[in-house]
């Protein structure tokens, strides 16, 4: 999908040759640019220039009849028009006709598909009444298609015939939600031309609808992750009337990770406040658990929560736990956002647990059993925090009892997973 560099006949354009002839000694041959892609991408259909048009379905098929019929800019002192003014087509005129070309560049083929390139291309003048040749880009680059008239040294007829390769430039191929992601297009070559517009487009994997990120003069877009996923990303250039379509590159937008997530505006302060809640909330005889769930809203890039709540109180001698936790884990904003909106997730949860300051039994600190469980549910599937007591002593994994309400705590992290899963 990303690789670009197949230069396989059977998957590049091909078109007839346009003519334009100019023959005498005091002006240079006229230039005609005709421009060709690179590759086929099926999903956009070739456009030459306008004077070139493609008949039937399929690959484009242009016709011109090479020398015929001749303009006005070849003058009498050219023998080919000479003779054909004579008598309308060629007779007895002496020299070849030649077209000479780089074959690294483009390839000409006497049919409009299949076919072997030639090798080369020499008729002679005498009897020569046109012929149809068809030329394919197979390679970036410009080159010069010369039609000469051996008899004649000052007949030419030049085409300058240029294959452009448009890439997609993409700085991580891996994002997280709100990093932002440098998209480049690269025309080469670009020798004498210039793109007038660069499209930077954006869709699902496994989606035909392409959404347009940017569309102007810039050659570089800075795209931030606003929607999690699998996606493909293209650029077309338009170039002397000619959109040229990148090969697609995959990219991922992934949620952010725990520490991404703990790291947020405001995330450890509200858990902090949570934590003051949980001890203000403790008596003599009762205490409660509280937690919530964590959002991150694209638009804005801020961190908020949803459905939080706070559990019934319990006596000394039950154990507490978070129950009044919302299952399975709320709805985004957006349940299947497209590329270009702007939803807000659930990407983690949070609770407190109780102090043991007027309990008359110790307990293990740090997230529970149940609490691995309830991150790693399916229906849940997101890391989780609680706010607990750093352990006392060191290395006992526990407080006592009657541990002071105000003793060190800490954040610990419930995974896996260690970010929701990538939709
Ligand atoms: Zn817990």
Known sequence: M??????????????????????????APRVRRIVFVEGENPLRPFSPLAALQPSGGGRPRLQARPFTPFPDSCHGACGIKATRRASGRPLAAPGSVVLTWDSSVVNMYTEPTGGIALEQFIKPFSGFNGTNLYVEGIAPGSNTLSWSYSGQSDCVDVIKATV????????????????????TAMVTPLNGLSVSEYTFEIKRDGSPTWYSLYQGPQLSFEAVAKVAGQFDLRVSASVAGVTC?????????????????????????????AWANTKNATTPTSRREEGYYITLDTSSGSYGITVHTIAPSVANNQGASWNTATFPRPPDSIVNPAPLEQ???????????TPTTYRSVGRGVGPSGADSGWSANASINIPGYAYDYTESPAGSGSIPAAHPINSAAQIYTITPPIRRPTP
């Not at 379509?245 to 405001?266: N, R, T």
């Not at 939803?343 to 647990?353: A, L, M, Q, V």
Request: charged share 20%; proline share 5%.
């Open 2 to 27: 990303i690789n670009v560099s197949s230069h396989s006949p059977g998957h590049v354009k091909r078109t007839a040759l346009p003519k334009r002839a100019f023959c005498g000694q005091t002006r």
């Open 164 to 183: 452009l390769k448009v890439e997609l430039d993409v700085e991580n191929t891996l994002r997280t939600l709100m990093e932002t992601n440098t998209l």
């Open 245 to 273: 379509v990148s090969q697609e590159k995959d990219v991922e937008a992934q949620f952010p990770g725990d520490s991404d997530i703990l790291a947020g505006q405001g995330v450890h302060s509200r858990m902090d406040q």
């Open 343 to 353: 939803p807000t997730y659930i990407i983690g949860w949070f609770h407190t647990h």
